[in-house]
T-cell receptor, first 115, second 117 residues
């Protein structure tokens, strides 16, 4: 089955700086890669996702890059703000084309943005 | 759009009682929903996949007689923890796959905190 590794486990940045979280996956058949933000005591919130036919996707201050050859994908947050502080999870699935929608999650990164 | 609700948001019960948790997709249809369990400072652990009109598929190690799942409609799945014990205390989260336009995106509910005394 799929295995997703996520680094770092904790990350502290100054407000306004950029934050980068990296994930690697093991199964080359995976083709859907979402990122979730989870605040304390709440459910995960989808913030951005990318599919294997795309190398990069951007949504305002958030971007995700995917390298299928190396089997890794990264989350980039620019101009960080205190409200970006949360736990971020990456995930992978075989996606719609394979008819399997189960997500395999990384272990999470706790991001702290220091004002 | 793509809102998923859970009820209750938290519940405290005595050991041996059963607890039902509801998961609803409010503005979309979801043939498939998932139930997860999350312990403090850990990642999400998939418990089961719930499909409307059919039996749930449970992950290895999850007792299907203890965690009863019913997906009675395209917008509602329920998880019943039967004969709950303190070790069942956890944060339970559901997610729903939106049938359209893209079926591979999971939207999560806000979670239910279960405490068994």
């Amino acid at each position: 089955g799929e295995n997703v590794e996520q680094h770092p486990s904790t990350l502290s940045v100054q407000e306004g700086d950029s934050a980068v979280i990296k994930c690697t996956y093991s199964d080359s058949a995976s083709n859907y890669f979402p990122w979730y933000k989870q605040e304390l005591g709440k459910g995960p919130q989808l913030i951005i996702d990318i599919r294997s036919n795309v190398g990069e996707k951007k949504d305002q201050r958030i971007a995700v890059t995917l390298n299928k050859t190396a089997k890794h994908f990264s989350l980039h947050i620019t101009e960080t703000q205190p409200e970006d502080s949360a736990v971020y999870f990456c995930a992978a699935s075989y996606g719609e084309m394979a008819g399997s929608y189960q997500l395999t999650f990384g272990k999470g990164t706790k991001l702290s943005v220091i004002p | 759009g793509a809102v998923v609700s859970q009820h209750p948001s938290w519940v405290i019960c005595k050991s041996g009682t059963s607890v039902k948790i509801e998961c609803r997709s409010l503005d979309f249809q979801a043939t498939t929903m998932f139930w997860y369990r999350q312990f403090p400072k850990q990642s999400l652990m998939l418990m089961a996949t719930s499909n409307e009109g059919s039996k749930a598929t449970y992950e290895q190690g999850v007792e299907k007689d203890k965690f009863l799942i019913n997906h009675a409609s395209l917008t509602l799945s329920t998880l019943t923890v039967t004969s709950a014990h303190p070790e069942d205390s956890s944060f339970y989260i559901c997610s729903a796959l939106r049938d359209r336009p893209s079926t591979d995106t999971q939207y999560f509910g806000p979670g239910t905190r279960l405490t068994v005394l």
